[in-house]
């Protein structure tokens, strides 16, 4: 039976709670099926109209698209202060088993920022023939958490207090404490489990594309030029709005034309 086209939304049922999704349904059998990790606290509120716009394109490409929203996140039970880098895995393998029992199509994932760590650490995990295209690689989960904690001082000088760096959030973190910062109640398991993360390369049989969001830059930086030439992985880069940084973005029309060149050959 082929499925209707259109979006459908439920809570998925995962450890006792429920996570808020998203399915955007293709016109006819799909070609495959994508589940969509999301970036880290803000970044996440402010890609969503792409995201929403790419999802949509995709489906009318002829993939079955899965968004979801992890624990503390968005419409999904919790608080983000009580979220884990464990317990967001355990959400990204519900996604992917509902896609592998709803769909017999190759399955791939797709995702942002912090979700690009996330979709590789999966994939390692689950050791099977699946593909992944990730927005905006983030190579390191303890960099990216160094990032996230500068907001703090930023936040400090807008307010006339001086800001005391980095070192004292991670040292409250290493002793079990939680953080206050940009609006979000940081706890140690996701700031340690997302600090002790890195991109993780593909497993034989997978297929990883990374796309670099770099205006005014036609040339990867070092860091993912790095990472390509170390294993399997291809990338490339397009000048486009970096939706995560900047509020307002409805429209990355260079990102969404490669995305979908590259899902195509992804998932023939």
Known sequence: MRPESGT??????????????????PPGTPRGSVLYLHP????????????????????????AVLQIDLYGCGDSAGDFGD?????????????????QARFDAPLCLWGLRSGTLLAGAVAAELNASIS???????????????QFLR????????????????????????????????GYTLAPPLAQGLAATTLAQ????????????????SELSPGLRRFVDAGSATAESCADAQCWLTP?????????????????????
């Not at 996570?19 to 349904?25: I, Q, T």
């Not at 307002?248 to 023939?268: E, I, K, M, T």
């Open 40 to 63: 880290f606290a803000e970044e996440m509120n402010r890609s969503r109209a792409v995201v929403a716009r790419q999802a949509r394109a995709f489906a009318a490409a002829g993939h």
């Open 132 to 146: 992944l295209l990730l927005w905006q690689p983030v190579l390191s989960g303890k960099q990216h958490l160094q």
């Open 83 to 99: 979220a884990s880098w464990a317990r967001w895995q355990a959400d990204a393998h519900a996604g992917v088993k509902f896609l």
């Open 248 to 268: 307002g973005v409805l429209d990355c029309p260079v990102l969404a034309s490669a995305s979908l060149a590259a899902l195509r050959s992804l998932q023939p």
């Open 202 to 217: 593909p497993q034989v049989g997978q297929a990883m594309h990374c796309i670099e969001i770099l205006p005014g830059s």
């Open 151 to 182: 907001l703090s001082l930023a936040a400090d000088l807008l307010e006339g207090r001086a800001g005391g760096g980095t070192e004292p959030l991670l040292a409250q973190l290493a002793g079990g404490e939680s953080v206050e910062l940009a």
């Open 8 to 25: 459908e939304a439920f809570f998925l049922p995962v450890d006792g709670s429920e996570r808020f999704c998203l399915l955007h349904l």
